[in-house]
């Protein structure tokens, strides 16, 4: 979580404060009256990103994290409070409803499941059943296409379970799996070097989708996901077990939820996974086969048993929508068709599990935060003299808690034809709580997202950061990568470390600690939010630039998200 600073702290702290005071003015011009200000992106710009005010960020939050909204969950009345709200707020700034049949909304329709029975039962040797005991060594996700899943077959592991060919790695290679339950470790490797699996192909390649795609297209009919030790720092079983009451969700067309819902599935602890391993009678354990996979060994094994899984869900209907609005681009521009589009999402988690008697997950990092910036963004786009050269819509999502769905439907179903679609930038980073030296723009340099973010990070005095933690798979895990994932350049905006001091960077850690998905996540009166306003201009200048770029933005030709053949 240290990525070098590219300057003194001093030096950082001043600039971006001169830069305000240069640009505060009616008449705001570009800080050194040079080439590098805003005003070099598009004509006053400088003054659009001054204007975002961060007492207008901070109402935002405030009103979208009160009790009254419930936290937000999809399909929920307080969902549906926050999304009258953002549409009001578009309607006043003069944009365009850009929703279905001429409204703010776009609707969709989810299947959401909780577990309501699970069992996990592994034959011994000797031929007696060993039952695991439920979210302690397994917790059972919902089988969201039936409701009921009941599997029994033979088990086999298969390590990361990941097919790369491009990285000549195969971990399913020679395997029969049709009517086997697999063993998967959770997450992949993660290497260094380009030619092992960097970040980005690390992240698409760990995900649980990509893997249940590939595994179900295999024959497979159960999956044990593995809890290993750096998934256990990412994202720990034991708040896995505390989120499993909300349930999980998928999204529904044409009546039909994704076939990969009818997998049967469960989350081994590592305790658990050990436990089914000796049940088994195998003297492996999760340290050793996750220590062997780090070191890129294959060795898949048949566990010489069966388990027998079988999970009841009650299973239910969930409406939710989108909201989105169209700010027009300049009238004859000759890209006028196509969209620059800013995402944040609506949704979080509703009411759950009471953490000191709250149990309202008010979720004002996670995200009114980002809301309030893409509405802000609006705003100032509504500010500038000119009408950028492209369109550009704003797009608050629904269901990112449960998957990216609300993105995912959105790119499934754009309001306009998906060639049109040229970039995302999306805001779901948490607070920042110190105003940043450096900001960050994940996944953009897959794509000419990169010289965007670069000259909207120098036109703010700003550096520009890299992934701070890899291991955290950033790049998949917000509405960005539904975009990324069809192939559009999309990037997940951030502010970094760099250049903060230890007691910033002490107070950021302890914030998130706090805050991130948990019941204490309230909009706070006394908190200073212009750090969220300085990132709402990085935002702003990065989505501009794209908007305004003569070339049509698009992914590199090393990118990882550009179809290849054999994917
Ligand atoms: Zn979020």
Redesign the pocket.
């Known amino acids: 979580m240290s990525p070098e600073p590219h300057r003194g702290a001093s030096a950082g702290r001043v600039l971006p404060l001169l830069f305000l005071a240069a640009c505060a003015g009616a008449n705001a011009a570009s800080p050194s009256g040079g080439s590098k200000g805003p005003d070099a992106i598009a004509p006053g710009a400088a003054g659009a990103a001054a204007g975002i005010r961060p007492e207008a960020v901070s109402a935002h939050i405030r009103f979208l994290a009160d009790d009254l909204l419930e936290g937000r969950a999809a399909g929920e009345r307080g969902f549906d409070i926050a999304a009258a709200y953002v549409a009001s707020q578009l309607q006043g700034m003069g944009l365009e409803p850009a929703g279905d049949d001429g409204g703010w909304f776009q609707a969709f329709t989810l299947r959401g499941g909780r577990t309501r029975a699970a069992r996990l039962e592994v034959r011994a040797p000797g031929g007696e059943a060993i039952a695991l005991v439920r979210d302690r060594d397994f917790l059972a996700r919902p089988t969201l296409a039936e409701g009921l899943a009941d599997v029994t077959g033979p088990v086999v592991y298969v390590g990361h379970g990941i097919v790369a060919p491009e990285y000549t790695w195969d971990d399913l290679a020679g395997l029969d799996l049709r009517g086997k339950v697999v063993m998967v470790l959770s997450g992949a490797p993660l290497g260094t070097t380009r030619d092992f699996f960097p970040p980005i192909p690390s992240a698409v390649y760990g995900s649980p989708r990509t893997k249940l795609e590939r595994l179900l297209a295999r024959g497979v009919v159960g999956v044990l996901w593995v809890q290993t030790p750096v998934r256990e720092r990412v994202n720990p079983f034991a708040n896995q077990v505390s989120h499993a009451s909300q349930g999980a969700m998928a999204l529904v067309e044409n009546g039909l939820v994704p076939a990969r819902e009818s997998v049967a599935q469960a989350v081994l602890s590592m305790p658990g996974a050990d436990a089914l391993l000796a049940a088994a009678g195998r003297p492996e354990r999760v340290s050793t086969l996750f220590a062997a996979a780090e070191r890129r060994e294959h060795g898949p094994f048949a566990l010489g048993t069966e388990v027998h899984l079988r999970v009841e869900a009650e299973l239910r209907t969930v409406h939710t929508a989108n909201v989105v609005g169209l700010w027009r681009a300049a009238p004859g521009s000759p890209v006028a068709g196509e969209r620059v589009v800013f995402t944040a999402?609506l949704d979080?988690l509703g009411i759950g599990k009471p953490e000191n008697g709250d149990a309202i997950y008010n979720g004002a990092s996670?995200?009114a935060a980002?809301v309030a910036n893409v509405l802000e963004v609006a705003r100032a786009f509504t500010r500038l003299p000119q009408r950028p050269r492209r369109g550009v819509l704003f797009a608050l999502v629904s269901a990112?808690?449960e998957g990216l769905l609300g993105s995912e439907w959105f790119v499934a179903h754009p309001p306009v034809r998906r060639e049109a679609l040229v970039a995302d930038v999306n805001a779901?980073s948490?607070l920042p709580v110190f105003l940043p030296r450096e900001v960050g723009a994940l996944g953009a340099d897959e794509s000419t997202l990169g010289d965007d973010a670069r000259r909207a990070a120098a036109a703010l005095g700003l550096s520009l950061g890299g992934d701070p933690d890899p291991q955290q798979a950033f790049p998949v895990r917000?509405d960005q990568y539904s975009f990324l994932r069809a192939g559009i350049p999309g990037t997940a905006t951030r502010v970094g470390m760099g250049g903060a001091t230890e007691k910033e960077r002490a107070e950021a850690v302890a914030y998130r600690q706090a805050h991130y998905h948990r019941a204490a996540d309230h909009w706070e009166p006394g908190r200073d939010y212009g750090p969220a306003a300085l990132l709402a201009r990085f935002q702003l200048l990065l989505g501009l630039s794209a908007a305004e770029r003569p070339d049509r933005p698009r992914l590199l030709p090393d990118s990882f998200f550009l179809p290849r053949p054999g994917s």
């Open positions: 999402h979080h996670d995200n980002g990112e808690e779901d948490g917000s």
